[in-house]
């Protein structure tokens, strides 16, 4: 695959994730918001596949028992790891 499409992906990965950590502490002290528990459930579920789709395509983001492996090789060794791209 392609360096930018890599990057692109995991950009909009990370961006994912930023909205559900901030929702997540708003719930903290809002938490019978259901408009933000509706989002909150809906960026972890695009959160999950957007992960899951650049795990499939670049290997592992994660370790200690995060990322299955699905049957290929252990790919912890290959890089380049996501924060040296």
């Not at 933000?36 to 670049?58: G, P, S, T």
């Not at 200690?64 to 790891?81: I, L, T």
């Amino acid at each position: 695959m392609d360096r930018n499409k890599r990057m692109a992906m995991l950009e909009r990965l990370l961006e994912i994730q930023f909205v559900a950590i901030e929702l997540n502490l708003y719930l903290d002290t809002h938490p019978c918001d259901q408009d933000a528990l509706n989002d909150y459930n809906c960026a972890v579920e695009v959160l999950m596949k957007l992960r899951e789709e650049y795990e499939e395509c670049f290997g592992p983001l994660f370790h200690f028992g995060w990322s299955p492996v699905k049957g290929r090789d252990w790919q912890w060794m290959e890089g380049p790891w996501p924060w040296e791209m």
